[in-house]
């Protein structure tokens, strides 16, 4: 039974995220913020010796959400994963080159063959998909070389009170038919916006909605990182992390509140 539904989600996840493909890079780049980059940056120096230089890879790609940021870290190499096939067409037709690689895998196909590769790994709106989460950790902890990091940035859990800025932010992003993109996409989609003369952007239909409580399933439900049993077992941590775009403000309120998971393989 169990399997039956660990295939429905893995199954799910490539169909869905194979029709958002296209549109993906418009919607999701928070990560493109300079606060993000700094804040990831910050964490990973303190706790990594010599984090530049080394082997990347990014679990869960998209359209190749990290890639700039692995080039600015001057990164050996950039790894990209992804469940979804179109996905990684559109990642390598953006980014792709010889020290930048895209793959169709997901996690659980791709830890076999791959086990102490990589300095770090990232991920980005990912660990709620994953049917079990012990598991994913474990093969994502496995693929760590000795004292390489994985940071997953990740969703606040649905029992979140949001911040009036984080919820001004939101609507704001909502009304203006564009996701967390950075400051200059915005006044760009602002001004296409004004120019056009509508009063909404109409959003494209995807099947994203109708499938979502087999692909966001644990979403749904309670998911608070901080309290799975795995991220002790694993020597983990879940520090401050804000989702929407201010992430300087995570320092401000308190660690409950977010979800962002950091573990180092320091055998
Ligand atoms: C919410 S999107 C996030 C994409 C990107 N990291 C970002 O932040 O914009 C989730 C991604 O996870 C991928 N995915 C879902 N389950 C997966 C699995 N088991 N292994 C690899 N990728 C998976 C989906 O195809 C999708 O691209």
């Known amino acids: ?17 194979d029709g958002l493909a296209e549109r993906h890079s418009k919607v999701v780049c928070y990560q493109s913020r300079k606060g993000t980059r700094d804040y990831l940056w910050d964490i990973i120096e303190k706790i990594h010796k010599n984090p530049g230089g080394g082997d990347l890879l990014e679990v869960a790609c998209g359209s190749g959400t990290f890639v700039e940021l692995a080039k600015k870290w001057k990164m050996a ?10 996905m990684i067409k559109v990642a390598t037709k953006s980014h792709g080159s010889d020290k930048i690689k895209f793959y169709k895998s997901s996690l659980e ?3 076999d063959g791959h086990k102490g590769k990589y300095d770090i790994i990232i991920s980005s709106s990912f660990l709620h998909h994953l049917y079990d989460l012990d598991e994913g950790l474990e093969q994502i ?7 390489g990091i994985y940071i997953g940035v990740h969703e606040v859990d649905n029992t979140r009170v949001t911040t009036r800025l984080e919820k001004f932010d939101l609507h704001w992003a909502v009304l203006m038919g564009h996701g967390y993109t950075g400051f200059w996409d915005r006044l760009r989609v602002f001004l296409k916006f004004m120019c056009s003369g509508k009063i909404f952007f109409k959003e494209k239909k995807s099947t994203a909605r109708l499938q979502e409580d087999m692909v966001d399933f644990r979403l749904n439900e309670k998911f608070y990182l901080p309290d799975e049993p795995v991220i002790k077992r694993l020597h983990a941590k879940v520090v401050p992390y804000c989702f929407y775009n201010y992430p300087i403000f995570a320092r401000l309120k308190p660690i409950n509140n977010f979800q962002m998971v950091v573990m180092k393989n320091d055998i």
């Open 1 to 17: 039974m169990g399997n039956d539904k660990k295939s429905k989600v893995l199954e799910t996840n490539e169909s869905v995220y």
């Open 77 to 86: 190499s950039y790894e990209g994963i992804d469940i979804s096939g179109n």
């Open 109 to 111: 196909d791709w830890e």
């Open 141 to 147: 902890k496995s693929m760590l070389k000795p004292g």
